[in-house]
């Protein structure tokens, strides 16, 4: 399939996640992103880990094809430059602070009076305006502002999710409002400015347990390996002490589970069971039961009957059973790329990537720290490298 953003331009003012990923994704779809970094030392997440032959790890998943640009927006030819970048470019992307943005004079109403066919999408901790403003927002301290920290961990102890989850649900929810502004602009509506808080993202993931909090005042404690609002789904122990997720849906699925995994089909009408909400209700008993038939049986045995009565179960995977998972094989997850040096590097290849293939991308490494530096300048007619 064509790439659809092809032709289209993004220029990301960004570093760490959210920005960059929103910008990758915008890539991955076709579009063109040159990243501006600051010299000397550039995103920071550069400097991370260097798990990736001596290149980072976060680096290589955020930035995989994009061009780097090295200018100091605080030098008048810095500037000169990346105000010229910017009356070429379709689309802007900002994870810097809505003081930095002030600073840089890019503003809502200014990027307004000299871009008005530009999108812009602002990201930051909790939005341009507010009591919030400046205050500083990294994954954890969002994940614990937002509430997801209260439903994830332990009885006594909440803890953050094992990935960063605010960062990431920002750099998806970005992309698709920047996906929503370029079709408006297609349509005549011209540019836009788009407000976009970590905050904000984050609470989406807690919008059921928040919906049930404002309208019954529950307050859901943390389950660490079950679902809140659904029994029994959750991480059972095989004969052995394989660990297996099973998952029972509905009450139909129920029905099957009491005859074939139970060994008891009255319960499939008990009235302390026969219902979603019963069972919730009853969420130890359905455990125990649960626990004590997957515990007589092997993993094998236990997914060979979970398959025959179409019931939902899963591995409890480490990176390392993702690795050998089918579905990343068949799914082409993962890609061999050339690194800088010459090295050849395993990565994850973005969902739009593979849908929409093009076989013109060019580069497809993350660059180097101000690689295309000369060439993007060339090509804006800018005579001097800005120092």
Not at 2 to 26: D, F
Not at 125 to 142: I, N, P, Q, S
Not at 313 to 327: F, I, L, R, T
């Amino acid at each position: 399939m064509p790439s659809p953003l092809s032709g289209l331009l993004v220029v990301g003012l960004e570093h760490s996640v959210a920005g960059p990923l929103c910008t990758r994704i915008l890539g991955d779809l076709g579009a063109d992103v040159i990243k501006v970094e600051r010299p000397p030392e550039g995103d920071f997440a550069r400097h991370w880990d260097a798990n990736v032959h001596g290149d980072c790890s976060q680096f290589w998943w955020l930035n995989r094809g994009k061009k780097s640009v090295a200018l100091d927006l605080k030098t008048a030819s810095g500037r000169d430059a990346f105000d010229a970048l910017l009356a070429r470019a379709d689309v802007l992307v900002s994870n810097q602070s809505p003081r930095a943005m002030d600073g840089l004079g890019l503003t809502r109403e200014r990027l307004a009076g000299t871009h008005p066919g530009l999108v812009t999408c602002s990201i930051s901790g909790y939005g341009e305006r507010g009591a919030f403003r400046e205050r500083k927002a990294y994954d954890m301290l969002v994940q614990a502002e937002s509430g997801i920290m209260s439903l994830t961990g332990s009885e006594d102890q909440p803890t953050r999710a094992g990935v960063s989850i605010a960062d990431v649900s920002t750099g998806i929810y970005a992309a698709a409002l920047v996906l929503g502004a370029v079709v408006g602009r297609l349509r005549g509506q011209g540019g836009a400015y788009l407000d976009v808080a970590m905050f904000d993202a984050t609470v989406e993931f807690a919008g059921p347990m928040l919906i049930s909090y404002l309208n019954a005042g529950i307050v859901y404690p943390r389950l660490p390996d079950r679902h809140h609002a659904i029994a029994p789904y959750g991480v059972f122990r095989c004969a052995g002490g394989d660990r297996l997720l099973v998952a029972v849906h509905n009450d139909a699925e129920w029905r099957r589970v009491a005859d074939r995994l139970l060994g008891r089909a009255e319960l499939a009408d008990d009235p302390r069971y026969a219902t979603s909400v019963a069972r919730l209700e009853h969420r130890h008993e359905v455990d125990e039961l649960t626990a004590g038939a997957l515990g007589a049986l092997s993993k094998l045995e236990a997914t060979r009957l979970l398959d025959e009565i179409r019931v939902a179960y899963g591995s409890v995977n480490d990176m390392g059973g993702v690795e050998s998972h089918p579905a990343t094989a068949e799914r082409s997850l993962v890609d061999e790329v050339e690194t800088a040096t010459g090295a050849i590097a395993r990565t994850l290849v973005g969902m739009g990537e593979r849908l929409f293939s093009a076989s013109d991308r060019g580069r497809v490494r993350p660059p180097l720290l101000g690689e295309d530096t000369a060439s993007v300048l060339a090509s804006l007619e800018v005579s001097t490298e800005p120092s």
